[in-house]
């Protein structure tokens, strides 16, 4: 079962703007990650936010988290046309270090 | 480092054949991951190892896919007999304590 679901499904934006996904998840987490996908190839490991953290930042991507909501955000500023992807939260689950993610915010970054 | 190693990117089987897919991991990463991608189902876990060991192998849909790791550099999927319903990205991901994933290109695997 998915732990964790994205929101929107699908995203639109001109290049320049900013995007901003969201993530709900169900049960108790010790860290929360970010992934990116373009098409046709594999996931890529973004950014990892802990659960004594409120907000990270990586270049031009900005997570936050709010445990007591259960959920997490993705912002990328001044977005670009190579930000087109897929992006997936992803929390361990079930014990050990296993990942369930989620289902997934499909961005287009238009010129 | 090359990251993770998946082959063949692609494969087109006849439904009943066997596939055998394969995975190299990452130097020194003590967790390797199986996961399939589907349109209708998104990224599954089916089955993943620490130190070479199989830990969780619940997301294995049936007897007819099974996994192995014989050492720390290889590790293979297999599916007999393969279904059309088995069509899918498959991806293997290996990751190093405390830090993420480093995935793979990942298998696609059309069965008909």
């Known amino acids: 079962s998915q732990q964790g679901e994205e929101d929107p499904q699908a995203l639109s934006i001109q290049e320049g703007e900013n995007a901003t996904m969201n993530c709900s998840y169900k049960?108790?987490?010790?860290?929360l990650q970010w992934y990116r996908q373009n098409s046709g190839r594999g996931l890529v490991h973004l950014i990892l936010?802990?659960?004594?953290?409120r907000e990270k930042h990586s270049g031009r991507l900005r997570v936050t988290l709010d445990t007591s909501k259960k959920s997490s955000s993705l912002l990328i500023t001044a977005s670009r046309a190579a930000d087109t992807a897929s992006y997936f939260c992803?929390?361990?689950?079930?014990?050990?270090?296993?990942?369930?993610f989620g289902t997934g915010t499909q961005l287009k970054v238009e010129l | 480092d090359a990251g993770v190693i998946q082959s063949p990117r692609h494969e087109v089987t006849e439904m009943g054949q066997e596939v055998t897919l394969r995975c190299k991991p990452i130097?020194?990463?003590?967790?390797l991951f199986w996961y399939r991608q589907t349109m209708m189902r998104g990224l599954e876990l089916l089955i993943y190892?620490?130190?070479?060991?199989?830990?969780?192998d619940s997301g294995m849909p049936e007897d007819r896919f099974s996994a192995k790791m014989p050492n720390a550099s290889f590790s293979t999927l297999k599916i007999q007999p393969s279904e059309p319903r088995d069509s899918a990205v498959y991806f293997c991901a290996s990751m190093d304590r405390g830090y993420g994933y480093t995935f793979g290109s990942g298998t696609r695997l059309t069965v008909v």
């Open positions: 190892f620490n130190n070479n060991v199989p830990i969780d």
């Open positions: 992803a929390t361990p689950g079930g014990g050990g270090n296993k990942l369930t």
């Open positions: 130097s020194g990463h003590n967790s």
């Open positions: 936010i802990r659960s004594n953290e």
């Open positions: 049960t108790s987490i010790n860290n």
